[in-house]
């Protein structure tokens, strides 16, 4: 593929002009398409996409819409491809950038804010004012890959070089998909105050961002590590990834268990990722006074929140979107360093072109299934090349 002027290629890693794309039509409705392969810009860089998580968020995106946005209104019939964990290898550089070199493994983040609004100049991008306008007259320079601009469900993708994260070769491609997972519950207990190693943490949900919140709550040096949820099989996970304790909120009030557990009072912070309708309830029980609660979930319904319990106590409640001030790149360094192994939460593997089965099992829990991932067969052969 011929490039504009000022974008860098290399003879080594040959872009076509075309690449195949999932492609969402109506609500749950995908099919494989055809587009024009993107050109990077300044500040950019062309990602060939080699793996592909799929997240939980993935699927209300392609079920119901929110909280995808294209052009301003739901993402259905908008030639638009979702999915958003992806990893890859940088082939194209965009005019002037030097921060990255054509061949380099990268996971992405999934925003890149506008630069401008209050909140970017805070470093908060996920809490861009801009977010959406990235169209037209409004154009605003945001991008959130998979949400707001094209996403991973294809072969090749522009990212802004500021949501790029180097992957250390030592990392599969599979777990180099699970780093924005891990930043996520990495951005949760930054916000609740980075964790002073000795405090005490519940973690409630044991999904994938529950589960590395687990693993990243005890490589922060979080004592003790309490996991609650209702399957026994995912918490037995959660001890593998860390949890010193962990509760069946089936067989045990989980309120009273984690005071039990943590010498007859509540925990330092919380971190909610089940979206259970009672569960920012629990967690406000659960932590001490003065203590913090982070939502990494959103019920399927608006809850009923005691506000007299939080006030009376002094307990703060934060809400996080995404994987925030830069928290994949210490994510990473976790991963990188084998401080607790991200693969576990990685069940199932599927090609690109069988996404409409890992979708499947993703949603309907398929085989017990967690993580799922999709990859393009390039990065099959790129491995083979490697062997």
């Known amino acids: 593929m011929a490039m504009p002027a000022g974008v860098k290629t290399d003879s080594r890693y040959p872009i076509p002009e075309k690449m195949k794309a ?25 990602v ?37 964990e992806y990893m890859g290898t940088v082939v194209a550089l965009g005019p002037g ?13 999934i925003h890149a804010g506008c630069g401008q609004c209050k909140r970017c100049r805070q470093g908060m991008y996920t809490s861009c004012h801009n977010y959406g306008k990235n169209y037209g007259d409004v154009d605003k320079g945001h991008r959130a890959n998979g949400f707001t601009t094209d996403g991973g469900f294809c072969e090749y993708q522009v990212n802004n070089i500021n949501t790029l994260i180097h992957v250390d070769d030592s990392m599969s491609d599979e777990e180099a998909t699970l780093v924005v997972t891990a930043g996520t519950a990495m951005y949760g207990l930054t916000e609740l105050g980075g964790l002073v190693a000795g405090e005490s943490v519940v973690v409630t949900g044991p999904g994938p961002i529950g589960l590395l919140g687990v693993a990243v709550a005890k490589a922060l ?21 860390g949890a010193d304790h ?67 106590n002094n307990i703060y409640v934060y809400g996080i979107r995404g994987e925030g001030k830069s928290a994949t790149h ?40 967690i993580k799922v991932v999709v990859k393009n067969r390039h990065s099959e052969a790129r491995r083979v090349a490697a062997e």
């Open 48 to 84: 060939r996409i080699d793996a592909v998580a799929i997240c939980a968020t993935d699927l209300e995106i392609i079920y119901h819409g929110p909280p995808a946005q294209i052009e301003g209104g739901a993402p259905f019939n908008r030639n638009f491809t979702p999915g958003h």
């Open 22 to 46: 999932w492609v969402l039509g109506d609500p749950g409705e995908l099919t494989l398409a055809e587009k024009p392969v993107p050109v990077p810009k300044k500040a950019e860089v062309l």
């Open 97 to 109: 950038v030097d921060e990255y070199e054509i061949g380099q493994r990268v996971t992405v983040e």
């Open 330 to 369: 210490r994510a990473e360094a976790f991963m990188r360093q084998k401080r607790f192994d991200a693969t576990l939460i990685h069940t199932h593997t599927f090609e690109m072109d069988d996404l409409k089965e890992a979708i499947r099992y993703a949603r309907d829990r398929v085989e017990d299934a």
């Open 221 to 241: 040096g979080a004592q003790p590590v309490i996991l609650t949820g209702t399957r026994d099989n995912r918490l037995e996970m959660g001890k593998k990834l």
């Open 246 to 312: 962990v509760v069946n909120v089936r067989n045990e009030d989980p309120v009273e268990a984690v005071k039990r557990l943590n010498g007859g009072v509540g925990v330092d912070y919380v971190l909610e990722c089940s979206a259970a309708a009672n569960a920012i309830n629990e967690a406000c029980q659960m932590v001490n006074r003065g203590g913090k609660v982070c939502l990494a979930a959103f019920p399927g319904e608006p809850p009923q929140v005691d506000v007299a319990h939080l006030v009376r």
